[in-house]
């Protein structure tokens, strides 16, 4: 079975760093793409960027390219979102999703990790 | 980047009714490259359908989707209690960002 499952909320300070992941299984991690969405509350769906384990290739939406990185590690099977400083204005859900084989939609997605910025 | 226009934004109906709901784009969507994702209260999204009108495994066969080029369609025949959600549409044929609609809301009249 095809589970992707993400990392607890978190709760951090405007200025603080942050880590989450996303960890695969039941597929060939390093065979997809895992892509990273935000959704902020009550609002609909963005796609921050993407990634592919099995090389590393990075990609990123002009909107979010330099406010997050996206990275993976397959040995142990996990995408990772990090921010080095947050603001009030990350606080959000943020998914993470594998992309279809060859097209660009997302037939698996994580359950979601809530952050919170708040001073 | 192309925007897509959901409408409308709240659908009420009674159970067994039929949903009709449109997601409209500002650019033609070449090779139907749009998907339809359900997300219920609570809930990560799933996959509804994609290529427009293929459903991804294990949806049922009251859901379909139809259109091309700017206009799309997620039709639900009889509206059963677990389809009060919330739809949203993607597309995927302009790169780099994949974007979504802004859902529409379906819930119980």
């Known amino acids: 079975e095809v589970q992707l499952v993400q990392s607890g909320a978190e709760v951090k300070k405007p200025g603080e760093s942050l880590k989450i992941s996303c960890k695969g299984s039941?597929?060939?991690?390093?065979?997809?793409?895992i892509a990273w969405l935000r959704q902020m509350p009550e609002k609909g769906l963005e796609w921050m960027g993407i990634?592919?384990?099995?090389?590393?290739?990075?990609r990123y939406s002009p909107s979010f390219q330099g406010q997050v990185t996206i990275s993976a590690d397959k040995s142990i099977t996990t995408a990772y979102l990090q921010w080095s400083s947050l603001k009030a204005s990350d606080t959000a859900m943020y998914y993470c999703?594998?992309?279809?084989?060859?097209?660009?939609?997302?037939?698996?997605w994580g359950q979601g990790t809530l952050v919170t910025v708040s001073s | 980047e192309i925007v897509l226009t959901q409408s409308p934004g709240t659908l009420s109906l009674s159970l067994g009714e039929r949903a009709t709901l449109s997601c409209r784009a500002s650019?033609?969507?070449?090779?139907?490259?749009l998907a339809w994702y359900q997300q219920k209260a609570g809930q990560a999204p799933r996959l509804l359908m994609y290529?427009?009108?293929s459903r991804a495994p294990g949806v049922p066969d009251r859901f379909s989707g139809s259109g091309s080029g700017t206009d799309f369609t997620l039709t639900i025949s009889r509206l059963e209690p677990e389809d009060f959600a919330v739809y949203y549409c993607?597309?995927?044929?302009?790169?780099?960002?994949?974007?979504f609609g802004q859902g529409t809301k379906v819930e119980i009249k």
């Open positions: 990634i592919y384990s099995g090389d590393s290739d990075t």
């Open positions: 039941g597929y060939s991690f390093t065979s997809y793409w």
């Open positions: 993607q597309q995927y044929v302009s790169s780099p960002t994949w974007t």
């Open positions: 290529g427009a009108s």
């Open positions: 650019q033609s969507i070449s090779s139907n490259y």
């Open positions: 999703a594998r992309r279809a084989s060859h097209e660009e939609y997302y037939d698996y």
